[in-house]
């Protein structure tokens, strides 16, 4: 199985990962019952599924860090 680990996240942060046309492909919120929560604090996993557990396609993905009260950041992902 491959997996995209983020780390040094901050407490219950929202992770929302998009197609580069803005399609919704995942929602992970690791720091509560997800399926892809590692139990560590601090540490998403997206298991490169979307959201009805269909393996995402090769290519850019983007992100967004949502954590209430301090805003959002973004970055981007390439799967090969």
């Known amino acids: 199985d491959r997996y995209f680990f983020m780390r040094?996240?901050?407490e219950n942060p929202v992770v929302k990962i998009y197609t580069v046309s803005g399609e919704l492909v995942r929602?992970?919120?690791?720091?509560?019952?997800?399926s892809n929560?590692?139990?560590d604090s601090g540490v998403a996993r997206w298991d490169l599924?979307?959201?009805?557990?269909?393996?995402a396609a090769r290519g850019v993905y983007f992100y967004a860090i949502?954590?209430?009260?301090?805003g959002v950041k973004t970055?981007?992902?390439?799967?090969?």
Request: zero cysteines; a positive charge; aromatic letters at 0%.
């Open 37 to 39: 929560n590692t139990g």
């Open 66 to 70: 949502t954590v209430e009260g301090t």
């Open 27 to 34: 929602t992970l919120k690791p720091d509560a019952s997800d």
């Open 49 to 55: 599924k979307n959201e009805k557990g269909k393996t």
């Open 75 to 80: 970055g981007k992902i390439t799967i090969e």
């Open 8 to 10: 040094r996240l901050p």
